[in-house]
């Protein structure tokens, strides 16, 4: 089982800064790796998939890339909206899919 | 507009059985494989199932291989987890979730339902 490890566990963060989210898989999962965003008492919401193209609707101000085995989440000016917990997870040796245990980014 | 409703949830004893529906529309149900996902309280996302569009594979994560069975009915436009042998550690809210590529199983997954609440507890 491919074990993804996101760091740091917390991220705290001022409104317009830019947030750098890591992902590491324990094994290369080439491009093959997603990123969701969680808001509190919502359901996961699908932002990167193949590491680097934004989902549907998602503002150009996340970016997503890496291969293999590190990753990274970009998120180029916070807005308000943004605080949440982000994961990442990688469907490329499965099963299982496997998810990281989450980044969350709060307001300093 | 994609819509995923997740139902079934309930409080059950420790050992007992429960069946999870999960109703999908504003999408051709029968191209897409369907997933479920499971959060404790507190806890991250951990993922359970998977069954193709054409039903004719399922996969399991380890911890409910034996104990949960993942089914589909395309002409009802639904995929189900029957769940047995509940423990205490199935307590969490479960979502299911749509594959986000048609015909294609290693994909992530793009929409999700609102999730049902399972609670294991005597």
């Known amino acids: 089982e491919i074990v993804m490890t996101q760091s740091p566990a917390t991220l705290s963060m001022s409104p317009g800064e830019r947030a750098t989210l890591s992902c590491r898989a324990s094994?290369?999962?080439?491009?093959?790796l997603a990123w969701y965003q969680q808001k509190p008492g919502q359901a996961p919401r699908l932002l990167m998939y193949h590491a680097s193209t934004r989902a549907t609707g998602i503002p150009a101000r996340f970016s997503g890339s890496g291969s293999g085995t590190e990753f990274t989440l970009t998120i180029s000016s916070l807005q308000s909206e943004d605080f949440a917990v982000y994961y990442c997870q990688q469907y490329n040796n499965w099963p299982p899919w496997t998810f990281g245990q989450g980044t969350k980014v709060e307001i300093k | 507009e994609v819509h995923l409703v997740e139902s079934g949830g309930v409080v059950v004893q420790p050992g007992g059985s429960l069946r999870l529906s999960c109703a999908a529309s504003g999408f051709t149900f029968d191209d897409y494989a369907m997933h479920w996902v499971r959060q404790a309280p507190g806890k991250g996302l951990e993922w359970l199932s998977v069954?193709?569009?054409?039903?004719?594979?399922?996969y399991y994560t380890d911890s409910v291989k034996g104990r949960f069975t993942v089914s589909r009915d395309n002409s009802k436009n639904s995929v189900y987890l029957q769940m047995n042998s509940l423990r205490d550690e199935d307590t969490a809210l479960y979502y299911c979730?749509?594959?986000?590529?048609?015909?294609?199983?290693?994909?992530?997954?793009?929409?999700w339902g609102q999730g049902t609440l399972v609670t294991v507890s005597s």
């Open positions: 069954i193709t569009w054409d039903a004719g594979s399922t």
């Open positions: 094994q290369g999962v080439g491009s093959n």
């Open positions: 979730a749509k594959g986000a590529a048609s015909f294609i199983v290693a994909a992530g997954l793009d929409y």
